[in-house]
Nanobody, 125 residues
Framework: QVQLVESGGGLVQAGGSLRLSCVVSGRIFSSYTMGWFRQAPGKEREFVAAISWSGGGTSYAASVKGRFIISKDNAKNTVSLQMNSLKPEDTAVYYC??????????????????WGQGTQVTVSS
């Protein structure tokens, strides 16, 4: 089990950028995948992006591909999500999550074992 703490949310105008960070503590195995999910009011929590802790492979939701970039710093045990060209529909609580699943990069919520408390991102039009 790992502990996850997100930061970096806030209010930004459409077209702007924000960078979210997630500090990971606890024992991190090389098989871990770190992901970002988001949940807008009245909607299901949805996958945004994920990165393999060891190999660095990535996966993105179609809605953010080309605008968001996920990265990691193994030395600092952090995972970041750079969000560019933000749209009002990106408004949500963003969650950092960790998956211990082996195999392809997981994109389903149920494949993630540990979650942060979330950070609010609001994009005004």
């Amino acid at each position: 089990q790992v502990q996850l703490v997100e930061s970096g949310g806030g209010l930004v105008q459409a077209g702007g950028s924000l960078r979210l960070s997630c500090v990971v503590s606890g024992r991190i195995f090389s098989s871990y995948t770190m992901g970002w999910f988001r949940q807008a009011p009245g909607k299901e929590r949805e996958f945004v992006a994920a990165i393999s802790w060891s190999g660095g492979g990535t996966s993105y939701a179609a809605s953010v591909k080309g605008r968001f970039i996920i990265s990691k710093d193994n030395a600092k045990n952090t995972v970041s999500l750079q969000m560019n060209s933000l749209k009002p529909e990106d408004t949500a609580v963003y969650y950092c999550a960790a998956s211990r699943a082996w195999g392809p990069i997981p994109i389903r919520r149920v494949e993630y074992d540990d979650w942060g408390q979330g950070t609010q991102v609001t994009v005004s039009s």
